[in-house]
């Protein structure tokens, strides 16, 4: 079989498995709902932002970036997920196209401590990712918990998985693969500072070391100010930074971008 026959395979497996799931997180999400007692109505929330730059000083760079989070639940429990698309470019040649988009479901919100399950994939031509897919289990607490100041601090266990387009030299583990596999803990900080009914500033980051080798480790953080405009319109500045450091020889181990756009939500 040819390799790329084999890494046809190889993603038809890894998206039934993600597809198996996302349905089991969607079976326990309509159990949560219709066995356990409501403590209040279902509430839906979302946040579409839609950001980017133009600059024409030689090299016609061109990058646009949208996010958008759905979150449905009640106090007893909720279903986040999260899609962030990207797509830029440096003259006329493709630099980035690359979806990510992660789903966590938790239990009991309004209790200081809550369990969470996580489930995502992503595909990244800036970094030569086919398919990549995580999924994994874990726990969260709420630090800060007021109307104008939230902060939340989680950790879970992850299995990750990861198709390159191209070989890659792992100097790490000495050899040279076009898959990646790896068990690893992720500590994430998440919150928000609102000022007044002002401007209000909103975070979510955190790293990814192996649990084998504590030199291969990811990280991302995205960072943003909010400025209202209009109800539920605000103009966003954000900062969105990613680092891997098992990489194709072509890709770049950091990747770092600050852009400007609108962000348009209903929620907190």
């Given at each position: 079989?040819?390799l ?7 993603k ?5 498995f993600?597809?198996g ?5 969607d079976?326990?999400?309509?159990n949560a ?22 600059s024409?000083?030689g090299?016609q760079r061109v ?16 279903d986040?997920v999260?899609m962030?698309?990207q ?5 006329r ?13 938790r239990?009991?919100?309004t209790?200081?401590y ?6 995502g ?15 994994g ?13 939230k902060?939340?601090f ?16 792992d ?32 975070y ?8 084998e080798k ?10 943003a100010l909010?400025?209202?405009v209009?109800?539920?319109l605000?103009?966003r ?16 181990e950091f ?13 907190k």
């Open positions: 079989m040819n790329k026959a084999t890494r046809l395979k190889r038809c497996y890894d998206i039934q993600l597809v799931i996302f349905f089991l997180l079976v326990c999400s309509l709902q219709n066995t356990t007692v409501a403590r209040d109505s279902l509430i839906w929330t979302y946040d579409i932002t839609a950001s980017g730059f133009i024409d000083d090299n990058l646009f970036n949208n996010l958008g989070v759905f979150t449905v639940g009640n106090s007893a429990w909720s986040r999260v962030n698309y797509v830029g470019k440096v003259r040649k493709i630099k980035e196209n690359d979806f990510f988009t992660y789903n966590i479901f239990l009991n919100l209790d200081k809550f369990p969470l399950a996580i489930v994939f992503e595909l990244s031509n800036t970094r030569a990712i086919n398919f990549r897919w995580f999924a289990i874990g726990g969260g607490i709420h630090l800060i918990d007021k109307e104008n100041l902060l939340e989680t950790t879970t266990i992850i299995h990750q998985r990861t198709n390159y387009d191209l070989v890659f030299d100097s790490i583990n000495g050899m040279a693969e076009d898959t990646e596999s790896a068990w690893r803990i992720t500590p994430r900080l998440f919150g928000l500072i609102q000022l007044s009914k002002g401007p209000r500033f909103e979510e980051c955190w790293i990814q070391p192996s649990l504590l030199d291969d480790y990811n990280a991302y953080g995205n960072f909010l400025v209202p209009i109800e539920k605000f103009v500045l954000g900062w969105i930074m990613t680092y891997e450091s098992i990489v194709t020889t072509s890709s770049p990747d770092s971008i600050i852009n400007i756009g609108f962000t348009f939500k209903n929620g």
